[in-house]
């Protein structure tokens, strides 16, 4: 099976191969990997099929497609689908068909993609593992015994098992940047309001950012330039022209570009020395295709995870409030009858409600939801929420001032290759520690990319991040493609990956 986006659009151009077979293919590679990968919670074949043979039938007519016409991708389970459901990988949600299409969605299927099924991910985008899931742990292709990351663990999944070349997720604090690492992939964050949030289940609504995930820059160039745009439907959405982003890729003369290392970054303590030693080596890769390197230090970066588990838990224990098992999502049935709490009885509608959430939300959602709820609370508002968004400002003030001496930021993605599932599953502030280099982008709403960089000595994938300013995708995925056109690290495979 080809495997990268760019050429199975070729083949599907061409004739060498419809879309039916291409969907066909797709499901059969599904279905192989899922008993030891489980990279999906639901594939959507009778569906995919017949929208593969209208795409067939419209090429042989002569009609006119779309750029995407006969490709099918995967989306996460936290962007709605009116045919089939979205769980968000939560008992809370098991079974919920939305109405509606997110705007994402919509947009790629107007641009002609088969949604070929929803990939698994933490509950409700809340972890990095994929180990918070109620559909079951993913698994890293690069080795079954390994996390392939979170919350998109199985968008990631499903590129680095061969199932699909362009899959969808999300990032809230790294939750592309960081599978996509972990997995040899190439995973993209847009600037937040570069893609509509409409229609994706709000976990931290100022952070929530859709974004495409793929082998290459090549193909998650083609992801974006489908899904970008403003949408009236969300108030978040920036009004601002989708330049065409595969035209930068022509050129690989980075020459006039000033690439900022975060040296500080790069020398923590608890920097793996395969971690540190790709990020150097794209430094003088990005040198010898003309970028001048300076050195940047962003101030307040040590707050940066700290502002973000005060932040993100308390977006999220607003936004998971709506789901009290009344409108939808799931219901106890056992909270008929009054409970006697000791001070009161609770009314059946309350006991309902506790009952309902206690059975639907897993266990890290609901330490979430509790520290949201902590930080929201008369008397600790001021002294916790308020004072983060303090921080926040001063985080996105780094950035900006970063941005006055350099066109882009190098750094890190992740301070280690993949780890093993269960190693920090019950260490709540090791798996935090996930998001070290990842969620300043998300704080100050900046786009960032996760580029393969190479292996370390037990053959694990290693990745490298560039950051850029607002709006400035373009950049990133000129420097990106730059660095791919004279690397191989992206075309590395999982040993039982055919291609």
Known sequence: MLDSTVSLLNALQSGDVTAQDLVQQTIAAIEASQPTINAFTHVAGDSAMAAAERVDADRKAGRTLGPLAGLPVAIKDVLCTSDMPTTCSSEMLRGFVPPYNATVVSKLTAAGAIVIGKTNMDEFAMGASTETSAMGVTRNPWDEARTPGGSSGGAAAAVACGAVSLSIGTDTGGSIRQPAAFCGITGLKPTYGRCSRYGLVAFASSLDQAGPMGWSVDDVAIGLQAMAGYDPADSTSVDHP?????????????????IGVL???INQDGVSDAVRRSVEDAERVFQELGAEIVEISLQHSPYWVPTYYVIAPCEASSNLSRFDG??????????????????????PLETMYRTSRAAGFGSEVKRRIIVGTYALS?????????QALK????????????FDQADLLLGPVTPSPAFRLGENVDDPIAM?????FTVGANLAGVPAISLPGGLDDQGLPVGIQLQGPVMEESRLLFAGGAFQSVTDHHRLRPSNVRV
């Not at 009344?326 to 409970?339: F, I, L, N, Q, W």
């Not at 008369?378 to 308020?386: I, K, R, S």
């Open 263 to 265: 040296r500080d970054s």
């Open 242 to 258: 989708v330049p065409d982003y595969r035209a930068v890729l022509q050129s690989t003369d980075l020459r006039g570009l000033k």
């Open 378 to 386: 008369a008397g600790y508002y001021d002294a916790y929420y308020n």
């Open 326 to 347: 009344a409108h939808y999502g799931h219901r106890a049935m056992r909270a008929a009858d009054a409970v006697d709490e000791g001070e009161g009885v609770m009314g």
């Open 391 to 402: 921080v926040r400002r001063l985080i996105r003030g780094d950035y900006d001032a970063a």
């Open 432 to 436: 935090y520690l996930c998001d070290l």
